[in-house]
């Protein structure tokens, strides 16, 4: 077993960072356990052109920084680890690791983020990595001067629709409603681009193709009708699951998987805050994400600081 730590973060995504930044910074002893590559989903953003005090950058750009500070501070990161069992509800709170090594920790800061949502239609399985992508980043040099189609209303999907004209041929939206729902600087952005097509009120229902995918079946939602488009890809920004299937019984969920917290970013279990996109609440920015890290950090410093001195109180009685 390793030494038992002040805090453990489970998650570097932007608020694990964050949190990380913070509590190593303050002289707590830190380790952050990711099961996936540190950054979560900043490092699949093409653009981040709205985070305070930075200019236009890539996500995983952002991500170096914010990792790089957090070891600066002494934080210890620990990626692609999976966690099997977890023991939160005592004083010590701890993990265990698949290959067997235990962390714990006074305190634990839950970050898992979340993960791009599929449609779960025909073809979804079969072509995923064959044609259908979740990262502009990631992919989109791969469909240079092809037709591909874009998936999604909010402001993720026209962003990122935008970052795809800089190697598609055109580019085509659909989405279900016959609105957006992201803002109005991202619509027009979209709106103004000469490669962007837009097919509204309409809904994929099946991926089709032999070795790759080259065509979708959309349907017109108000009228029912169903028709081939042909494509060369498809990406999907549709929105993320949480990552919360193995805290289920550890602590308070909503019936989306979210996680339950009070105003202090205190879960249902004591000496356990949450932090990121897998929260109840309404927006997931990093921004957000990084208040979010911030203020878990310091609630869970405060909560080491009684738990510590309650223990140096009883020893000395």
């Not at 805090?7 to 932007?14: E, F, H, K, N, R």
């Not at 002289?27 to 356990?33: F, G, H, M």
Request: net charge neutral.
């Amino acid at each position: 077993m390793d030494d038992i730590y002040d805090v453990m973060i489970l998650g570097a995504g932007a608020a694990g960072l964050t949190a990380g930044i913070y509590t190593s910074r303050a002289k707590l002893s830190t380790v952050i356990l990711n099961q996936g590559a540190t950054g979560g989903q900043m490092v699949l953003t093409n653009e981040v052109a709205n985070y305070p005090g930075v200019k236009t950058t890539r996500g995983y750009n952002l991500a170096a920084i914010m990792k790089s500070q957090a070891k600066e501070f002494g934080c210890k990161i620990k990626s692609n680890v999976r966690i099997q069992n977890y023991d939160l509800g005592g004083k010590i709170k701890s993990v265990e690791l698949q290959d067997g090594r235990t962390f714990s920790a006074y305190s634990v800061i839950v970050a898992p983020g979340g993960r791009p949502r599929s449609l779960q239609i025909p073809g979804a399985d079969r072509f995923r990595g064959a044609g259908i992508s979740f990262c502009a980043t990631c992919d989109g040099e791969f469909f240079t001067q092809k037709e591909i189609v874009v998936v999604g209303g909010g402001n993720s999907a026209l962003e990122e629709a935008v970052s795809l004209t800089k190697y598609a041929k055109k580019v085509t939206i659909v989405h279900q409603f016959d609105h957006f729902q992201a803002f109005e600087h991202a619509v027009q952005e979209a709106k103004s681009n000469d490669k962007i097509d837009f097919i509204m009120e309409s809904a994929l229902v099946e991926f089709g193709g032999e070795e790759k995918l080259d065509h979708v079946m959309i349907k017109h939602i108000p009228t029912g009708e169903t028709r081939k488009f042909s494509t060369d890809g498809v990406f999907l920004f549709i929105g993320y699951l949480p990552n919360t299937e193995d805290l289920i019984n550890h602590i308070q969920l909503n019936d989306r998987g979210e996680i339950v917290t009070n105003s202090s970013l205190q879960t249902s279990t004591p000496g356990v805050f949450a932090a990121g996109d897998t929260l109840s609440k309404q927006y997931r920015q990093i921004t957000t994400a990084v208040a979010d890290g911030t203020i878990a950090a310091l609630n869970a410093a405060e909560y080491v600081a009684k738990i510590k001195d309650k223990s140096i109180m009883a020893y000395a009685s």
